[in-house]
Protein backbone atom coordinates (compact mmCIF):
# COMPACT_ATOMS: atom_id res chain seq x y z
CA UNK A 1 0.00 0.00 0.00
CA UNK A 2 1.51 3.50 -0.79
CA UNK A 3 1.90 5.70 1.91
CA UNK A 4 -0.84 8.24 2.33
CA UNK A 5 -0.39 11.31 3.09
CA UNK A 6 -1.49 13.78 5.97
CA UNK A 7 -4.98 12.36 6.83
CA UNK A 8 -7.36 14.92 7.50
CA UNK A 9 -7.56 15.61 11.47
CA UNK A 10 -9.89 18.37 12.80
CA UNK A 11 -8.02 20.88 14.61
CA UNK A 12 -8.45 22.90 17.70
CA UNK A 13 -7.02 26.11 18.42
CA UNK A 14 -8.03 27.52 21.84
CA UNK A 15 -7.64 31.27 22.01
CA UNK A 16 -5.78 32.78 24.98
CA UNK A 17 -8.70 34.82 26.16
CA UNK A 18 -11.57 32.60 25.52
CA UNK A 19 -12.97 29.70 27.31
CA UNK A 20 -14.50 27.04 25.36
CA UNK A 21 -16.78 24.98 27.38
CA UNK A 22 -18.07 21.11 25.84
CA UNK A 23 -21.24 19.87 26.66
CA UNK A 24 -20.75 16.86 24.74
CA UNK A 25 -21.75 13.05 25.50
CA UNK A 26 -19.26 10.49 23.48
CA UNK A 27 -20.46 7.69 22.29
CA UNK A 28 -17.10 6.02 22.27
CA UNK A 29 -17.23 3.15 25.08
CA UNK A 30 -12.95 2.66 25.25
CA UNK A 31 -9.89 4.15 23.87
CA UNK A 32 -9.92 2.54 20.54
CA UNK A 33 -13.61 1.45 19.85
CA UNK A 34 -15.10 3.49 16.82
CA UNK A 35 -13.05 4.33 14.06
CA UNK A 36 -11.24 7.53 13.44
CA UNK A 37 -13.77 8.92 10.18
CA UNK A 38 -16.36 7.98 8.05
CA UNK A 39 -16.66 4.39 6.63
CA UNK A 40 -15.83 3.45 2.80
CA UNK A 41 -17.84 0.50 1.42
CA UNK A 42 -16.06 -1.60 -1.32
CA UNK A 43 -17.65 -4.32 -3.22
CA UNK A 44 -14.97 -7.28 -4.70
CA UNK A 45 -16.35 -8.66 -7.27
CA UNK A 46 -14.18 -11.37 -8.78
CA UNK A 47 -12.92 -14.16 -6.96
CA UNK A 48 -9.71 -13.62 -4.94
CA UNK A 49 -7.87 -13.67 -1.57
CA UNK A 50 -11.48 -11.39 -0.70
CA UNK A 51 -13.71 -13.43 -2.90
CA UNK A 52 -17.13 -11.74 -3.15
CA UNK A 53 -16.62 -9.46 -0.33
CA UNK A 54 -17.43 -5.90 0.89
CA UNK A 55 -14.43 -4.08 1.97
CA UNK A 56 -14.89 -1.41 4.90
CA UNK A 57 -12.10 1.45 5.09
CA UNK A 58 -11.82 3.80 8.30
CA UNK A 59 -11.41 7.02 6.61
CA UNK A 60 -10.37 8.85 9.27
CA UNK A 61 -7.28 6.71 8.94
CA UNK A 62 -7.63 5.77 5.69
CA UNK A 63 -6.86 1.73 6.41
CA UNK A 64 -8.69 -1.09 5.74
CA UNK A 65 -10.61 -2.11 8.92
CA UNK A 66 -13.27 -5.56 7.88
CA UNK A 67 -13.78 -7.23 4.87
CA UNK A 68 -17.44 -8.99 4.96
CA UNK A 69 -18.23 -11.95 3.00
CA UNK A 70 -21.44 -11.22 0.50
CA UNK A 71 -23.59 -13.04 -1.92
CA UNK A 72 -21.57 -13.76 -5.60
CA UNK A 73 -20.11 -11.62 -7.57
CA UNK A 74 -21.37 -8.03 -5.85
CA UNK A 75 -21.71 -5.22 -7.65
CA UNK A 76 -24.04 -1.86 -6.70
CA UNK A 77 -23.39 -0.55 -3.09
CA UNK A 78 -25.61 1.98 -1.02
CA UNK A 79 -25.40 2.98 2.28
CA UNK A 80 -28.62 4.26 4.52
CA UNK A 81 -29.30 7.60 5.39
CA UNK A 82 -28.13 7.16 8.77
CA UNK A 83 -25.18 5.08 8.26
CA UNK A 84 -27.18 2.06 10.15
CA UNK A 85 -27.34 -0.17 7.27
CA UNK A 86 -25.42 -1.13 3.88
CA UNK A 87 -27.54 -2.73 0.55
CA UNK A 88 -25.18 -4.77 -1.77
CA UNK A 89 -26.56 -5.92 -5.12
CA UNK A 90 -25.17 -9.37 -6.04
CA UNK A 91 -25.03 -9.57 -9.52
CA UNK A 92 -23.54 -12.96 -10.29
CA UNK A 93 -22.33 -14.24 -13.82
CA UNK A 94 -23.24 -17.07 -15.80
CA UNK A 95 -21.92 -19.71 -14.00
CA UNK A 96 -23.04 -18.53 -10.70
CA UNK A 97 -26.10 -16.48 -11.31
CA UNK A 98 -27.71 -14.42 -8.04
CA UNK A 99 -30.70 -12.81 -7.15
CA UNK A 100 -30.16 -11.69 -3.98
CA UNK A 101 -29.14 -8.28 -1.77
CA UNK A 102 -27.02 -8.47 0.55
CA UNK A 103 -28.13 -6.57 3.78
CA UNK A 104 -25.07 -5.60 6.12
CA UNK A 105 -25.46 -3.88 9.59
CA UNK A 106 -22.54 -1.48 9.82
CA UNK A 107 -21.93 -1.47 13.91
CA UNK A 108 -21.19 -5.21 13.51
CA UNK A 109 -20.06 -5.68 10.27
CA UNK A 110 -22.15 -8.49 9.67
CA UNK A 111 -25.05 -9.49 6.88
CA UNK A 112 -28.31 -9.65 9.02
CA UNK A 113 -30.09 -10.25 6.05
CA UNK A 114 -30.31 -11.43 2.40
CA UNK A 115 -33.22 -10.40 0.10
CA UNK A 116 -34.35 -12.24 -2.74
CA UNK A 117 -34.66 -9.62 -5.79
CA UNK A 118 -34.99 -10.93 -8.95
CA UNK A 119 -31.96 -11.70 -11.79
CA UNK A 120 -29.05 -9.79 -11.89
CA UNK A 121 -29.07 -7.28 -9.23
CA UNK A 122 -26.91 -4.52 -10.65
CA UNK A 123 -27.37 -0.86 -9.24
CA UNK A 124 -28.74 0.10 -5.74
CA UNK A 125 -29.95 3.54 -4.38
CA UNK A 126 -31.77 4.11 -1.08
CA UNK A 127 -34.39 7.16 -0.86
CA UNK A 128 -33.26 10.25 1.17
CA UNK A 129 -35.64 9.45 3.58
CA UNK A 130 -34.27 6.08 4.18
CA UNK A 131 -38.01 4.18 3.96
CA UNK A 132 -37.07 2.20 0.54
CA UNK A 133 -34.02 0.88 -1.00
CA UNK A 134 -34.34 0.53 -5.12
CA UNK A 135 -32.30 -2.42 -7.05
CA UNK A 136 -32.43 -3.09 -10.73
CA UNK A 137 -32.29 -6.45 -12.05
CA UNK A 138 -31.66 -6.82 -15.53
CA UNK A 139 -31.76 -10.75 -16.24
CA UNK A 140 -34.62 -11.40 -18.08
CA UNK A 141 -37.64 -9.68 -19.60
CA UNK A 142 -39.27 -7.52 -18.52
CA UNK A 143 -36.89 -5.14 -16.82
CA UNK A 144 -38.00 -4.10 -13.39
CA UNK A 145 -37.09 -1.85 -10.50
CA UNK A 146 -37.28 -3.75 -6.97
CA UNK A 147 -38.54 -1.83 -3.88
CA UNK A 148 -36.74 -2.97 -0.43
CA UNK A 149 -38.76 -1.77 2.89
CA UNK A 150 -35.77 -0.97 5.16
CA UNK A 151 -37.57 -1.91 8.06
CA UNK A 152 -38.72 -5.30 6.64
CA UNK A 153 -35.61 -5.85 4.35
CA UNK A 154 -38.81 -7.35 2.60
CA UNK A 155 -39.92 -6.42 -1.42
CA UNK A 156 -43.03 -4.36 -1.09
CA UNK A 157 -43.13 -3.68 -4.97
CA UNK A 158 -41.27 -3.52 -8.77
CA UNK A 159 -41.38 -1.11 -11.09
CA UNK A 160 -41.86 -2.54 -14.19
CA UNK A 161 -39.32 -0.73 -16.56
CA UNK A 162 -37.42 -1.46 -19.95
CA UNK A 163 -33.81 -1.83 -19.69
CA UNK A 164 -32.68 -1.06 -16.17
CA UNK A 165 -29.14 -1.71 -16.91
CA UNK A 166 -27.54 1.36 -15.74
CA UNK A 167 -27.43 3.71 -12.69
CA UNK A 168 -29.99 4.94 -10.26
CA UNK A 169 -29.52 8.51 -8.80
CA UNK A 170 -32.28 10.71 -5.97
CA UNK A 171 -32.82 14.38 -6.44
CA UNK A 172 -31.80 15.29 -2.91
CA UNK A 173 -35.57 15.97 -1.78
CA UNK A 174 -36.30 12.30 -3.05
CA UNK A 175 -39.07 13.16 -5.09
CA UNK A 176 -37.45 11.80 -8.10
CA UNK A 177 -35.74 9.06 -9.27
CA UNK A 178 -32.80 9.01 -12.79
CA UNK A 179 -32.67 5.46 -14.16
CA UNK A 180 -30.19 4.96 -16.99
CA UNK A 181 -30.77 2.58 -19.76
CA UNK A 182 -27.28 1.47 -21.36
CA UNK A 183 -29.34 -0.29 -23.91
CA UNK A 184 -31.53 2.14 -24.75
CA UNK A 185 -29.22 5.66 -24.95
CA UNK A 186 -31.78 7.36 -22.27
CA UNK A 187 -32.41 8.76 -19.02
CA UNK A 188 -35.83 8.02 -17.22
CA UNK A 189 -37.01 9.91 -14.57
CA UNK A 190 -39.29 8.14 -11.93
CA UNK A 191 -42.06 10.46 -9.48
CA UNK A 192 -41.73 8.16 -6.04
CA UNK A 193 -44.87 9.40 -5.15
CA UNK A 194 -46.55 7.36 -8.34
CA UNK A 195 -43.67 4.90 -8.95
CA UNK A 196 -44.35 5.98 -12.49
CA UNK A 197 -42.28 7.36 -15.47
CA UNK A 198 -42.69 10.65 -15.90
CA UNK A 199 -40.19 12.20 -18.36
CA UNK A 200 -37.38 10.33 -20.61
CA UNK A 201 -34.63 11.79 -22.04
CA UNK A 202 -32.44 11.00 -25.02
CA UNK A 203 -29.00 10.85 -24.88
CA UNK A 204 -26.42 10.89 -28.20
CA UNK A 205 -24.98 7.50 -26.99
CA UNK A 206 -24.98 4.70 -25.00
CA UNK A 207 -24.88 5.24 -21.14
CA UNK A 208 -22.12 3.12 -18.27
CA UNK A 209 -23.11 0.38 -17.31
CA UNK A 210 -24.45 -0.45 -14.00
CA UNK A 211 -23.41 3.72 -12.98
CA UNK A 212 -22.14 6.57 -13.69
CA UNK A 213 -25.06 8.40 -13.03
CA UNK A 214 -25.07 11.81 -10.33
CA UNK A 215 -26.93 14.39 -9.16
CA UNK A 216 -25.51 17.44 -7.86
CA UNK A 217 -26.62 18.19 -4.51
CA UNK A 218 -28.76 21.26 -4.82
CA UNK A 219 -30.90 18.93 -7.15
CA UNK A 220 -30.46 21.12 -10.43
CA UNK A 221 -28.57 18.63 -12.58
CA UNK A 222 -28.06 15.06 -13.22
CA UNK A 223 -24.36 14.25 -14.78
CA UNK A 224 -24.57 10.89 -16.77
CA UNK A 225 -21.68 9.50 -17.61
CA UNK A 226 -21.48 7.28 -21.36
CA UNK A 227 -19.57 4.67 -23.19
CA UNK A 228 -18.33 6.81 -25.74
CA UNK A 229 -16.10 8.97 -23.36
CA UNK A 230 -18.84 11.70 -22.91
CA UNK A 231 -20.35 13.13 -20.04
CA UNK A 232 -24.02 14.58 -20.50
CA UNK A 233 -25.80 16.90 -18.29
CA UNK A 234 -29.30 17.12 -17.66
CA UNK A 235 -31.63 20.07 -16.68
CA UNK A 236 -33.69 18.40 -13.70
CA UNK A 237 -36.65 21.52 -14.29
CA UNK A 238 -37.09 20.18 -17.84
CA UNK A 239 -35.69 17.07 -17.89
CA UNK A 240 -33.77 18.32 -21.03
CA UNK A 241 -30.00 17.65 -22.28
CA UNK A 242 -28.74 20.94 -21.63
CA UNK A 243 -24.38 20.29 -22.20
CA UNK A 244 -21.83 17.40 -23.29
CA UNK A 245 -18.53 17.21 -22.29
CA UNK A 246 -16.10 15.32 -24.24
CA UNK A 247 -13.65 13.50 -21.78
CA UNK A 248 -12.06 10.76 -24.42
CA UNK A 249 -13.15 7.93 -26.57
CA UNK A 250 -12.94 5.36 -23.69
CA UNK A 251 -16.16 4.36 -21.51
CA UNK A 252 -16.53 6.59 -18.35
CA UNK A 253 -16.09 4.48 -15.44
CA UNK A 254 -17.54 6.72 -12.63
CA UNK A 255 -19.35 10.11 -11.80
CA UNK A 256 -19.57 11.40 -8.19
CA UNK A 257 -20.25 15.26 -7.36
CA UNK A 258 -18.28 17.02 -4.74
CA UNK A 259 -20.68 17.63 -1.44
CA UNK A 260 -20.39 21.42 -2.11
CA UNK A 261 -21.94 20.77 -5.59
CA UNK A 262 -19.18 22.61 -7.10
CA UNK A 263 -17.00 19.79 -9.24
CA UNK A 264 -18.02 16.70 -10.56
CA UNK A 265 -15.05 13.87 -11.08
CA UNK A 266 -15.34 11.37 -14.17
CA UNK A 267 -13.37 8.70 -14.31
CA UNK A 268 -11.42 7.22 -17.64
CA UNK A 269 -8.73 5.97 -19.19
CA UNK A 270 -5.60 6.79 -17.05
CA UNK A 271 -7.46 9.93 -15.86
CA UNK A 272 -9.89 11.90 -13.53
CA UNK A 273 -11.47 14.70 -14.89
CA UNK A 274 -13.19 17.46 -13.27
CA UNK A 275 -15.89 19.45 -14.38
CA UNK A 276 -16.84 23.05 -13.07
CA UNK A 277 -20.52 22.28 -12.41
CA UNK A 278 -21.47 26.21 -13.45
CA UNK A 279 -19.90 26.25 -16.77
CA UNK A 280 -19.97 22.14 -17.10
CA UNK A 281 -16.60 22.29 -18.73
CA UNK A 282 -13.63 20.55 -17.54
CA UNK A 283 -11.33 22.92 -15.65
CA UNK A 284 -8.86 19.90 -14.12
CA UNK A 285 -7.29 16.28 -14.64
CA UNK A 286 -5.70 14.07 -12.13
CA UNK A 287 -3.46 11.45 -13.81
CA UNK A 288 -4.20 7.81 -12.98
CA UNK A 289 -2.89 4.40 -13.90
CA UNK A 290 -4.83 2.02 -16.43
CA UNK A 291 -8.74 2.23 -15.71
CA UNK A 292 -10.35 3.77 -12.69
CA UNK A 293 -13.58 2.64 -11.86
CA UNK A 294 -16.53 4.25 -9.66
CA UNK A 295 -15.79 6.99 -7.62
CA UNK A 296 -17.80 8.66 -4.68
CA UNK A 297 -16.86 11.58 -1.76
CA UNK A 298 -17.12 11.55 1.90
CA UNK A 299 -18.68 14.69 3.58
CA UNK A 300 -18.39 16.86 6.71
CA UNK A 301 -15.32 18.76 7.60
CA UNK A 302 -12.80 16.15 5.66
CA UNK A 303 -13.75 15.80 1.81
CA UNK A 304 -11.62 12.86 0.27
CA UNK A 305 -12.84 10.92 -3.06
CA UNK A 306 -12.35 7.10 -3.21
CA UNK A 307 -11.99 5.85 -6.46
CA UNK A 308 -11.79 1.99 -7.22
CA UNK A 309 -9.00 0.55 -9.34
CA UNK A 310 -7.63 -3.07 -9.60
CA UNK A 311 -6.71 -4.65 -5.96
CA UNK A 312 -7.12 -0.87 -4.38
CA UNK A 313 -8.69 1.98 -3.82
CA UNK A 314 -7.16 5.22 -4.44
CA UNK A 315 -7.51 8.28 -1.90
CA UNK A 316 -8.16 11.49 -3.97
CA UNK A 317 -7.44 15.27 -2.47
CA UNK A 318 -10.30 17.21 -4.32
CA UNK A 319 -10.39 20.67 -5.29
CA UNK A 320 -8.57 23.46 -5.35
CA UNK A 321 -5.32 21.33 -5.33
CA UNK A 322 -6.36 18.14 -7.02
CA UNK A 323 -4.18 14.71 -6.35
CA UNK A 324 -4.23 11.57 -5.10
CA UNK A 325 -2.96 10.95 -1.56
CA UNK A 326 -2.54 6.97 -1.91
CA UNK A 327 -4.20 3.95 -2.04
CA UNK A 328 -6.24 0.61 0.40
CA UNK A 329 -5.46 -2.38 -0.61
CA UNK A 330 -8.99 -4.25 -1.05
CA UNK A 331 -10.05 -7.27 -3.39
CA UNK A 332 -8.62 -7.97 -6.92
CA UNK A 333 -11.05 -6.38 -8.92
CA UNK A 334 -13.18 -3.47 -6.89
CA UNK A 335 -16.32 -3.10 -8.31
CA UNK A 336 -19.21 0.05 -6.52
CA UNK A 337 -18.14 2.09 -3.39
CA UNK A 338 -20.06 3.66 -1.30
CA UNK A 339 -19.29 6.22 1.89
CA UNK A 340 -21.53 6.57 5.21
CA UNK A 341 -22.88 9.76 5.94
CA UNK A 342 -20.80 12.40 8.42
CA UNK A 343 -21.45 11.55 12.19
CA UNK A 344 -23.73 13.97 13.92
CA UNK A 345 -22.48 16.58 15.61
CA UNK A 346 -22.20 15.24 19.43
CA UNK A 347 -22.49 18.57 21.74
CA UNK A 348 -21.57 21.69 20.78
CA UNK A 349 -18.67 24.23 21.60
CA UNK A 350 -19.85 27.66 22.89
CA UNK A 351 -17.82 30.66 23.41
CA UNK A 352 -17.95 31.98 26.59
CA UNK A 353 -16.78 35.27 28.42
CA UNK A 354 -13.33 35.74 27.83
CA UNK A 355 -10.93 35.49 30.53
CA UNK A 356 -9.26 38.66 31.41
CA UNK A 357 -5.07 37.39 31.34
CA UNK A 358 -4.37 36.05 28.29
CA UNK A 359 -2.50 32.55 29.06
CA UNK A 360 -0.78 29.26 28.22
CA UNK A 361 0.41 26.33 30.21
CA UNK A 362 -1.95 27.01 33.20
CA UNK A 363 -3.73 24.82 34.89
CA UNK A 364 -7.40 24.73 36.11
CA UNK A 365 -9.51 23.30 39.00
CA UNK A 366 -12.75 23.17 40.15
CA UNK A 367 -14.12 24.00 43.98
CA UNK A 368 -17.05 25.27 46.09
CA UNK A 369 -16.78 28.82 47.13
CA UNK A 370 -18.58 30.32 50.01
CA UNK A 371 -21.97 31.26 48.45
CA UNK A 372 -21.87 27.41 47.83
CA UNK A 373 -21.75 27.90 44.15
CA UNK A 374 -19.10 25.76 42.34
CA UNK A 375 -16.63 27.77 39.80
CA UNK A 376 -13.21 27.00 37.88
CA UNK A 377 -10.51 28.25 38.54
CA UNK A 378 -7.91 29.26 35.65
CA UNK A 379 -4.13 28.96 37.87
CA UNK A 380 -1.18 30.69 36.91
CA UNK A 381 0.24 29.98 33.47
CA UNK A 382 2.73 32.23 31.12
CA UNK A 383 1.83 34.75 29.12
CA UNK A 384 2.80 36.40 25.72
CA UNK A 385 6.32 37.02 27.06
CA UNK A 386 7.20 33.68 28.18
CA UNK A 387 6.36 35.10 31.85
CA UNK A 388 5.00 32.95 34.25
CA UNK A 389 1.87 34.52 36.16
CA UNK A 390 0.64 34.15 39.50
CA UNK A 391 -2.68 35.03 38.81
CA UNK A 392 -5.81 33.14 39.43
CA UNK A 393 -9.59 33.80 38.21
CA UNK A 394 -12.49 32.47 38.44
CA UNK A 395 -15.49 31.74 36.12
CA UNK A 396 -18.99 31.49 37.22
CA UNK A 397 -21.10 29.23 34.77
CA UNK A 398 -24.24 30.59 36.44
CA UNK A 399 -23.34 34.16 35.63
CA UNK A 400 -20.89 33.66 32.48
CA UNK A 401 -18.66 36.40 34.56
CA UNK A 402 -14.88 35.94 35.31
CA UNK A 403 -13.25 37.62 38.63
CA UNK A 404 -9.75 37.98 39.92
CA UNK A 405 -9.08 36.40 43.17
CA UNK A 406 -5.99 36.00 45.30
CA UNK A 407 -2.90 35.45 43.48
CA UNK A 408 -0.45 32.74 44.46
CA UNK A 409 2.72 33.32 45.92
CA UNK A 410 5.33 31.84 43.58
CA UNK A 411 4.58 32.74 39.62
CA UNK A 412 4.45 29.50 37.99
CA UNK A 413 3.45 28.46 34.60
CA UNK A 414 3.37 24.27 33.73
CA UNK A 415 2.00 23.27 36.93
CA UNK A 416 -0.23 21.15 37.78
CA UNK A 417 -3.20 21.33 39.98
CA UNK A 418 -6.25 19.27 42.10
CA UNK A 419 -8.50 19.61 44.33
CA UNK A 420 -8.43 17.81 47.89
CA UNK A 421 -11.66 16.19 49.49
CA UNK A 422 -10.97 19.21 52.38
CA UNK A 423 -12.08 21.61 49.11
CA UNK A 424 -8.63 23.65 48.83
CA UNK A 425 -6.81 23.62 45.54
CA UNK A 426 -2.99 22.73 45.58
CA UNK A 427 -1.47 24.31 42.89
CA UNK A 428 1.96 21.81 42.87
CA UNK A 429 5.38 22.49 41.28
CA UNK A 430 5.77 24.30 37.76
CA UNK A 431 7.99 26.54 35.99
CA UNK A 432 9.27 29.90 37.54
CA UNK A 433 12.58 31.56 37.29
CA UNK A 434 13.22 28.33 37.65
CA UNK A 435 11.78 24.79 38.12
CA UNK A 436 10.01 24.98 41.64
CA UNK A 437 9.18 22.01 44.06
CA UNK A 438 6.78 24.52 45.89
CA UNK A 439 3.51 23.89 46.14
CA UNK A 440 0.73 26.19 47.50
CA UNK A 441 -3.35 25.51 48.58
CA UNK A 442 -6.04 27.48 48.16
CA UNK A 443 -9.04 28.21 49.96
CA UNK A 444 -12.22 29.12 47.78
CA UNK A 445 -13.92 29.76 51.45
CA UNK A 446 -11.53 32.33 52.21
CA UNK A 447 -9.91 33.38 49.23
CA UNK A 448 -6.85 32.87 50.73
CA UNK A 449 -3.45 30.92 49.54
CA UNK A 450 -1.36 29.61 52.05
CA UNK A 451 1.88 27.55 51.62
CA UNK A 452 2.23 23.49 51.93
CA UNK A 453 4.76 21.25 51.86
CA UNK A 454 6.95 20.88 48.87
CA UNK A 455 7.43 17.89 46.84
CA UNK A 456 10.50 15.55 46.96
CA UNK A 457 11.06 14.56 43.59
CA UNK A 458 14.50 15.68 42.14
CA UNK A 459 15.15 16.96 38.64
CA UNK A 460 17.58 19.67 38.11
CA UNK A 461 21.04 18.98 39.71
CA UNK A 462 19.12 16.67 41.86
CA UNK A 463 17.39 19.88 43.70
CA UNK A 464 13.50 18.91 44.34
CA UNK A 465 11.07 20.22 41.61
CA UNK A 466 8.22 18.99 39.74
CA UNK A 467 7.31 20.62 36.50
CA UNK A 468 5.20 19.22 33.40
CA UNK A 469 3.60 16.38 35.71
CA UNK A 470 -0.41 15.59 36.03
CA UNK A 471 -1.93 15.80 38.91
CA UNK A 472 -4.95 14.05 40.77
CA UNK A 473 -6.80 13.23 44.07
CA UNK A 474 -6.84 9.65 45.37
CA UNK A 475 -9.75 7.95 46.66
CA UNK A 476 -7.98 7.75 49.56
CA UNK A 477 -7.64 11.95 50.03
CA UNK A 478 -4.37 12.39 48.90
CA UNK A 479 -3.28 14.69 46.13
CA UNK A 480 -0.64 12.73 43.44
CA UNK A 481 1.79 14.61 41.55
CA UNK A 482 2.55 11.88 38.79
CA UNK A 483 5.68 12.01 36.32
CA UNK A 484 7.05 15.32 34.85
CA UNK A 485 10.58 16.24 33.24
CA UNK A 486 13.02 14.70 35.80
CA UNK A 487 17.13 15.17 35.48
CA UNK A 488 19.29 17.14 32.81
CA UNK A 489 20.92 14.44 30.95
CA UNK A 490 24.23 16.33 29.72
CA UNK A 491 25.20 13.57 26.93
CA UNK A 492 21.73 13.90 25.01
CA UNK A 493 21.70 18.31 26.45
CA UNK A 494 18.02 17.98 27.48
CA UNK A 495 15.83 16.92 29.85
CA UNK A 496 14.51 13.26 30.57
CA UNK A 497 11.08 12.60 32.00
CA UNK A 498 10.73 11.05 35.65
CA UNK A 499 8.62 7.72 36.07
CA UNK A 500 8.34 8.70 39.93
CA UNK A 501 4.95 9.21 41.66
CA UNK A 502 4.68 11.08 45.06
CA UNK A 503 1.56 11.66 47.06
CA UNK A 504 0.40 14.91 49.69
CA UNK A 505 -1.56 13.74 52.89
CA UNK A 506 -3.26 16.84 53.35
CA UNK A 507 -4.03 15.77 57.45
CA UNK A 508 0.01 15.24 58.04
CA UNK A 509 1.41 18.08 55.51
CA UNK A 510 3.49 15.36 53.79
CA UNK A 511 4.73 14.11 50.72
CA UNK A 512 6.17 10.45 50.34
CA UNK A 513 6.96 8.13 47.32
CA UNK A 514 4.55 5.57 46.00
CA UNK A 515 5.44 3.41 43.47
CA UNK A 516 6.15 4.75 39.93
CA UNK A 517 4.25 4.61 36.83
CA UNK A 518 5.65 2.47 34.67
CA UNK A 519 7.78 3.43 31.46
CA UNK A 520 9.48 1.26 29.96
CA UNK A 521 13.06 2.39 31.19
CA UNK A 522 12.27 5.77 30.11
CA UNK A 523 9.93 8.34 32.58
CA UNK A 524 7.12 10.30 31.06
CA UNK A 525 6.27 13.89 31.14
CA UNK A 526 3.26 16.64 29.74
CA UNK A 527 1.07 13.78 30.49
CA UNK A 528 -2.44 14.00 31.82
CA UNK A 529 -4.12 11.94 34.86
CA UNK A 530 -7.95 11.82 36.30
CA UNK A 531 -9.37 9.63 38.88
CA UNK A 532 -11.92 6.98 37.62
CA UNK A 533 -15.24 6.23 38.89
CA UNK A 534 -13.41 2.67 39.77
CA UNK A 535 -10.96 5.07 42.14
CA UNK A 536 -8.17 4.70 40.14
CA UNK A 537 -5.72 7.32 39.11
CA UNK A 538 -5.41 6.83 35.18
CA UNK A 539 -2.30 8.63 33.67
CA UNK A 540 -2.67 8.93 30.08
CA UNK A 541 0.04 9.80 27.26
CA UNK A 542 2.68 12.22 27.14
CA UNK A 543 6.22 12.31 25.89
CA UNK A 544 9.17 10.02 26.99
CA UNK A 545 13.05 10.35 25.79
CA UNK A 546 14.67 7.52 25.29
CA UNK A 547 18.46 6.90 25.23
CA UNK A 548 19.67 8.51 22.35
CA UNK A 549 17.55 11.63 23.04
CA UNK A 550 14.97 10.94 20.66
CA UNK A 551 11.60 12.75 22.06
CA UNK A 552 8.13 10.16 21.76
CA UNK A 553 4.59 10.70 22.16
CA UNK A 554 3.06 8.08 24.02
CA UNK A 555 0.10 6.61 23.87
CA UNK A 556 0.05 3.94 27.04
CA UNK A 557 -2.37 4.00 29.84
CA UNK A 558 -2.01 3.10 33.18
CA UNK A 559 -4.33 2.55 36.43
CA UNK A 560 -3.10 3.41 40.00
CA UNK A 561 -4.60 1.48 42.75
CA UNK A 562 -4.03 3.18 46.22
CA UNK A 563 -4.96 0.87 48.07
CA UNK A 564 -1.96 -1.85 46.88
CA UNK A 565 0.18 0.88 45.72
CA UNK A 566 0.37 -0.91 42.27
CA UNK A 567 -0.04 0.46 38.67
CA UNK A 568 -1.59 -1.63 36.13
CA UNK A 569 -1.70 -1.02 32.15
CA UNK A 570 -5.41 -0.87 30.36
CA UNK A 571 -6.39 -0.06 26.65
CA UNK A 572 -3.90 2.39 25.17
CA UNK A 573 -4.91 5.79 24.05
CA UNK A 574 -5.97 5.58 19.73
CA UNK A 575 -3.44 7.81 18.75
CA UNK A 576 0.11 8.83 20.61
CA UNK A 577 -0.45 12.67 22.32
CA UNK A 578 1.27 14.69 25.25
CA UNK A 579 0.17 18.07 26.11
CA UNK A 580 -3.35 16.84 26.80
CA UNK A 581 -6.21 16.77 29.59
CA UNK A 582 -8.12 14.44 31.07
CA UNK A 583 -11.08 14.90 33.13
CA UNK A 584 -13.75 12.02 34.46
CA UNK A 585 -17.29 13.05 33.17
CA UNK A 586 -20.85 12.13 34.61
CA UNK A 587 -21.01 9.09 32.36
CA UNK A 588 -18.10 7.42 34.67
CA UNK A 589 -15.69 7.89 31.69
CA UNK A 590 -12.42 8.68 31.38
CA UNK A 591 -11.91 11.60 28.91
CA UNK A 592 -8.68 12.37 26.83
CA UNK A 593 -8.73 15.67 25.54
CA UNK A 594 -6.54 17.03 22.82
CA UNK A 595 -3.08 17.19 23.01
CA UNK A 596 -0.17 17.31 20.55
CA UNK A 597 0.51 14.18 17.86
CA UNK A 598 4.26 15.26 18.08
CA UNK A 599 7.01 15.69 20.25
CA UNK A 600 7.69 19.12 21.57
CA UNK A 601 11.45 19.50 19.47
CA UNK A 602 9.29 18.97 16.66
CA UNK A 603 6.20 19.75 15.15
CA UNK A 604 2.91 20.47 17.31
CA UNK A 605 0.01 18.97 15.56
CA UNK A 606 -3.08 19.65 17.59
CA UNK A 607 -5.55 17.31 18.42
CA UNK A 608 -9.07 18.20 18.26
CA UNK A 609 -12.60 16.08 18.62
CA UNK A 610 -12.42 14.12 15.47
CA UNK A 611 -10.11 11.58 16.22
CA UNK A 612 -8.79 14.05 18.77
CA UNK A 613 -10.76 13.11 22.17
CA UNK A 614 -11.10 9.37 23.48
CA UNK A 615 -12.96 8.28 26.54
CA UNK A 616 -12.23 4.84 28.61
CA UNK A 617 -14.79 3.14 30.65
CA UNK A 618 -13.81 -0.04 33.19
Not at 92 to 98: A, E, K, T, V, Y
Not at 274 to 281: E, F, G, L, P, Q
Not at 433 to 445: C, F, H, N, Q, R
Not at 459 to 481: L, V
Request: charged letters at 15%.
Amino acid sequence: MKRIMQICLSRIVISLQALLLLVAQFATGTVAAQPAGPRVYVTNSVSGPDEYSVSVIDAGANRLIATIPVGHTPKGIAVTPNGAFVYVANEGDLGSPSDTVSVIETATNMVIATVTVGPSPLAVAVAPDGSLVYVTTRGGPPGRIALIDTMTNTVVGNLQIADPTGGLAFTPDGATLYVSHSNRSEVSAIDTATQTVVATVSLPFSPTVGGSLAVTPNGAFVYVGGRNGEVWVIETATNTLVATVPLSVNTIGGLAVTPDGTRAYATHVQRISVIDTATHTVVATVPVELVPGAIAFTSGSCVRGYVTYYGAVQVLKPAPVDFLMGSVPVGPIPAGVAVSPPAPNIGTWTVQAPMPTPRAELAAATAVGADGRSRIYAIGGRNADSSALSTVEAYDPETDTWTPVASMSTPRSRLAAATGLDGRIYAIGGQGLSDLATVEAYDPITDTWSTVAPVQGECWEGQPCRSGHAAATGADGRIYAIGGFGFFSPRISMAVGTASVEAYDPTTDAWSFVASVPHFGVGRYLLAAATGPDDRIYGIGGAVTDADGFELPYSAVSAYDSITDTWSGVSPLSSPRFDLAAATGPDRKVYAIAGMSETPAGRRSVMGPDGGVRSHRR
